[in-house]
């Protein structure tokens, strides 16, 4: 996560959430989203006139009694950094994923959308530190470059990882992004508490990728 500034320390604090099915939201990554729903027009045209912060949730379940469907409570946050208007009211905006949350508690309903209370989730590196953290990126990227040469079809977008100049946590998300398409998986991967679980887990994606059906190459 990047370091928070003060508009996402004081956005968390009731935070306007666009709640969406089978939808991860990982940091350092962009999310295209097409708002046709008259509450979230109202969200959006809220958010825009604000600070532009929103968080993500994936739903827990189908929609209760009220209506509402339970929230996965660790999600993504980010900021609308594309609006694009449309004639009818619909828009479609893109979203720049800032960091991780947990949420803590839903707010009275003062808008058609939900707020809730929220809490910013830091990364820790893991046991072993800095020095831990350098070897498994460096693995992470000589096994990236095994799969770039046996995957053509992921070249373009394992290019983007491993030709640019990233944080760990920078990296890793967008790896993550490139590599686990799955919502559970990625749902894991967000709730993962440390740089160190994260590359294990890319790694795991890696090797799997590598040798799909299990067997010794």
């Not at 027009?41 to 209506?67: F, H, K, N, T, Y």
């Not at 960091?99 to 929220?118: F, I, K, N, S, T």
């Not at 373009?156 to 998300?173: A, K, M």
């Not at 994260?198 to 590598?210: E, G, I, M, P, Y």
Request: contains cysteine; aromatic residues 4%.
């Amino acid at each position: 996560m990047v370091e928070p500034t003060p508009q996402l320390r004081a956005a968390v604090a009731a935070l306007p959430l666009f709640p969406l099915p089978e939808v991860v939201f990982l940091p350092h990554t962009l999310l295209p989203l097409h708002v046709f729903e008259p509450r979230y027009r109202q969200l959006v045209l809220d958010v825009m006139a604000g600070d532009g912060i929103l968080g993500v949730p994936a739903w827990a379940g189908p929609a209760g009694e009220s209506g509402l469907p339970p929230l996965v409570p660790i999600c993504g946050v980010g900021r609308i950094v594309r609006h694009q208007s449309l004639p009818d009211g619909r828009s479609n905006i893109v979203l720049l994923g800032l960091g991780r949350v947990r949420l803590e508690e839903e707010l009275p309903p003062e808008q058609p959308y939900r707020r809730w209370r929220a809490a910013l989730l830091a990364d820790e590196i893991g046991p072993g530190g800095d020095r831990a953290l350098q070897r498994a990126i460096g693995t992470l990227r000589l096994t990236l470059g095994q799969l770039r040469a046996g995957r053509p079809t992921l070249v373009h977008d394992l290019e983007r990882v491993l030709n640019s100049d990233r944080s760990p946590s920078e990296f890793l998300h967008v790896l993550a992004h490139v590599l686990l398409q799955d919502p559970a998986d990625r749902q894991a991967w967000l709730e993962e508490g440390t740089l160190l679980g994260r590359c294990d887990r890319a790694l795991a994606a890696l090797v799997q990728l590598l040798n799909p059906d299990g067997m010794d190459t």
